[in-house]
């Protein structure tokens, strides 16, 4: 019996091993798209050009020969050197044995991170206007910003190119012709460069169709419009969103040409997309990239956003990455590579209030942006009901429904409750949204409250027989006090991959921002919103982003010689740490003080940015000098080494604390004999050629600071000096301890931020 028993084992065995084989032979077959990077220098001169060694390798390597069209799909040559092929596992996993192949990159999915703001951040003032010229008078200063994102509705006022002056002589860009999009009509001088990037996203999942969606630069999302509108937008007066935030809507720099890149679709954006459309960007002659957009945080070695942006920083591209709506948790960023602008988002002094009602005579605030057909009478209470997670259309018909707010599309949540028969909805926030409120262009008469006063509207709605309510929309309020406050949704540090290098860099507004939209979807982007609007009302780290990369074209306009690195520097360093309250920014997810790991260097203040004093600038062979120190392989090295024959210096950086950052993250290891730790810093003179500086340092509960010189005296402008910062253990503190660095003369104040962190002795 035991006999019979183990062989009818073998045979199951033999015949499940034979199934999965037969599965492994089928799925071995089955190609994906793999980014792939090549050592230039490795190209044998037989081949006269960089596609023709490509197509060999690939036909000399993979497993099936094949017509090399199908098989690539891009090549990379500027930011970026190799190419983007249809491989099998196993045909990528022998091509990467090749020596000539420095890494493989899986295509990956990048997620979006979905007008008075120039007002709230001084953009107004005649100073900035003086400061920055006229383009007649500073026809160098000429500034292109590449946004890649969903497209350019180019009918939007906010791309008139009115009062715009000839393109630069030295933009290569172009644009490209598809569905809906004519250059002769829809580029201009203000929109200069408009392309597409979709192999990778067809390679992945099908052919667009082109009947529903636009293969071409124009914009059916409303997400590509909206942030090119925030960086570069033309002055539109009497904007609004249906009456709701009326005013002027303006980017950051009007005077500021628009690239539109469109790298995302329907069903996402793909690296290998992106990685091309960066690559073009850099060959075209963009000033600025703005990417709201992110995907996961692995390596810098294995992220090929973090080696195409090194390109584009190598080539003097400054680059502004959103941090991510992963928040409140913490080590929720994205884009932390520190050769990027990492921008969380924070809110305006605007709000649109809207409030409950409830039949016990109760009023509760709330916010909302709603203008229909459907608008209930403040005079009259209706039935209100709380359901859970059902939706029972006799229990709701004719009712105000309270939803919760979870992870569903909040607008979407109000369509169904419509379609089910109820009158309006009450968006209670749980936990995970605390008290932050974001407003949405409902399609029924909606508030959203937050997680407190859900609470009591569900426990009045559960607990009262015949329980009523009703809304009222309050239009748009100003001079809101405090802000700005840190949003609850804006991605956290620390960073995972360097403790050393403090993230986010910077918070800019990201919450109820006015910009321009397509005309092809409703506010809501519901499929059911038939309305159709000129401006919209969006919020995300989506929205904070560009409002950097309008704020550093507008530095690099002013001070077309400085690095990407010293305008970050002048962001970083001029930001402020305080609302209008003047009391400590505010983190709105749990309503106390926020810290560096939630606002970076703190808000960014525009005017004080063009005119930062002293600047911390790194060059490209700095930041590779920093990759030194992160333990990397001689394979990982070259992977950032393409465009030079660099090398490790490690006397100009002996650990990455040394990097010359604008914020200073000192970790201290376990290790706890070592109780003694220094940074080095240099800054450049960029103010008054003679000037002196004096330091000033918050005082720390866990260590001793000393700053060694403890004054800056500079004699000449773009005079260059350094100083040692040595902190002292004098306790070790269970968590991390922030404070500040100062430098200040008689008219700058360059503040930097800094973080102590004792690791858990061993």
């Keep these: 019996m035991e006999t019979r028993l183990v062989k009818w084992v073998l045979v199951i065995l033999t015949l499940t091993c034979l199934f999965l084989l037969g599965f492994a032979s089928s799925s071995s077959s089955i190609k994906k798209t793999y980014i792939v990077q090549m050592d230039n220098s490795a190209m044998p001169l037989v081949f006269s050009n960089h596609l023709d060694w490509y197509s060999y390798k690939l036909n000399s390597l993979v497993a099936e020969q094949s017509n090399d069209g199908e098989r690539i799909i891009y090549t990379y040559q500027n930011a970026f050197h190799g190419l983007a092929a249809h491989l099998t596992d196993e045909e990528a996993s022998q091509l990467a044995q090749d020596d000539a192949v420095l890494s493989l990159f899986p295509d990956t999915v990048y997620k979006l991170h979905t007008t008075r703001t120039p007002m709230f951040l001084g953009l107004n003032r005649d100073e900035v206007v003086e400061q920055v010229g006229s383009r007649a008078q500073n026809p160098v200063h000429d500034v292109i910003v590449g946004v890649l994102d969903t497209g350019i509705w180019p009918e939007s006022q906010s791309f008139n190119d009115s009062s715009m002056g000839p393109v630069p002589a030295r933009w290569k860009g172009s644009c490209e012709a598809g569905r809906g999009f004519d250059p002769a009509r829809h580029c201009n001088r203000k929109i200069v460069g408009a392309r597409v990037f979709y192999r990778g996203y067809e390679a992945a999942t099908g052919k667009i169709d082109e009947d529903i969606e636009y293969k071409s630069p124009r914009d059916q999302d409303g997400h590509g419009s909206h942030t090119a509108g925030t960086v570069a937008g033309s002055a539109v007066h009497g904007a609004s969103l249906l009456g709701y935030a009326q005013g002027t809507a303006r980017g950051m720099h009007p005077e500021a040409r628009v690239a539109a890149y469109k790298v995302c679709w329907a069903g996402g954006c793909f690296s290998s997309d992106i990685l091309s459309a960066v690559d073009q960007a850099v060959s075209d002659g963009v000033d600025v990239l703005s990417i709201s957009l992110g ?8 992220d090929s956003l973090s080696v195409a942006t090194f390109g584009a920083m190598e080539r003097g591209v400054f680059v502004s990455c959103s941090a991510g709506n992963g928040g409140p948790g913490p080590v929720s960023l994205t884009n932390v590579a520190p050769w990027v602008a990492t921008v969380g988002a924070s809110t305006l002094d605007r709000d649109f209030p809207a409030t409950v009602r409830l039949g016990s005579g109760r009023t509760l605030s709330g916010v909302s942006i709603y203008k229909g057909r459907m608008n209930l009478s403040v005079e009259k209470l209706y039935p209100v009901v709380y359901l859970g997670r059902t939706l029972d259309r006799k229990q709701i018909s004719g009712k105000i429904v309270i939803c919760d707010r979870g992870i569903s599309p909040r607008v979407q949540k109000g369509q169904v409750v419509k379609e089910a028969g109820g009158i309006g909805m009450i968006l209670a926030n749980t936990a995970a949204n605390g008290e932050e409120l974001v407003a949405d262009c409902h399609l029924l008469p909606a508030v959203a409250v937050g997680e407190k006063e859900g609470i009591m509207i569900k426990r009045y709605a559960m607990t009262t027989s015949n329980a009523s309510a009703t809304l009222s929309f309050l239009g748009t309020r100003l001079g809101i006090k405090p802000s700005p406050v840190v949003a609850a949704f804006s991605s956290r540090g620390p960073n995972i991959l360097s403790l050393e290098i403090l993230k986010p860099d910077v918070v800019a507004p990201g919450v109820n921002i006015l ?22 009302i969006l919020s995300g780290t989506s929205m904070s982003c560009p409002h950097v990369s309008g704020v550093a074209a507008l530095i690099k306009s002013r001070h077309p010689e400085w690095s990407p690195a010293a305008i970050k520097s002048a962001l970083m360093t001029t930001a402020y740490i305080h609302d209008n309250t003047r009391k400590p920014l505010t983190d709105a997810a749990s309503g106390s003080p926020s810290s560096p790991y939630n606002h970076g260097a703190g808000h960014i203040n525009p005017v004080r940015a063009l005119n930062p004093g002293l600047v911390y600038d790194i060059t490209p062979q700095e930041y590779f000098d920093f990759l030194c ?7 990982q090295l070259k992977v950032f080494s393409q465009n030079t024959t660099r090398a490790c210096k490690n006397s100009s950086l002996a650990d990455a604390r040394d990097l010359n950052y604008p914020a200073l993250s000192v970790v201290f290891p376990q290790n706890v004999s070592i109780t003694s730790l220094a940074v080095r810093r240099t800054v450049t003179n960029v103010g008054q050629p003679v000037s002196n500086y004096h330091v000033r340092v918050t005082p720390f509960t866990g260590a001793k600071v000393i700053v060694e010189p403890n004054v800056l005296n500079f004699t000449s402008k773009y005079q260059k000096l350094s100083y040692k910062v040595t902190f002292k253990t004098v306790s070790r503190q269970p968590g991390p301890e922030a404070g500040y660095l100062v430098w200040k003369d008689s008219v700058h104040r360059v503040r930097s931020p800094v973080i102590l962190t004792w690791l858990p002795p061993i």
């Design 629 to 635: 120190t992160q333990n990397p392989s001689p394979i």
């Design 515 to 536: 910009a321009a939209w397509t005309g092809a979807t409703g506010p809501s982007s519901a499929a059911a919103d038939r309305r159709r609007v000129k401006f919209n």
């Design 295 to 302: 995907g996961g945080v692995s390596s810098y070695f294995r």
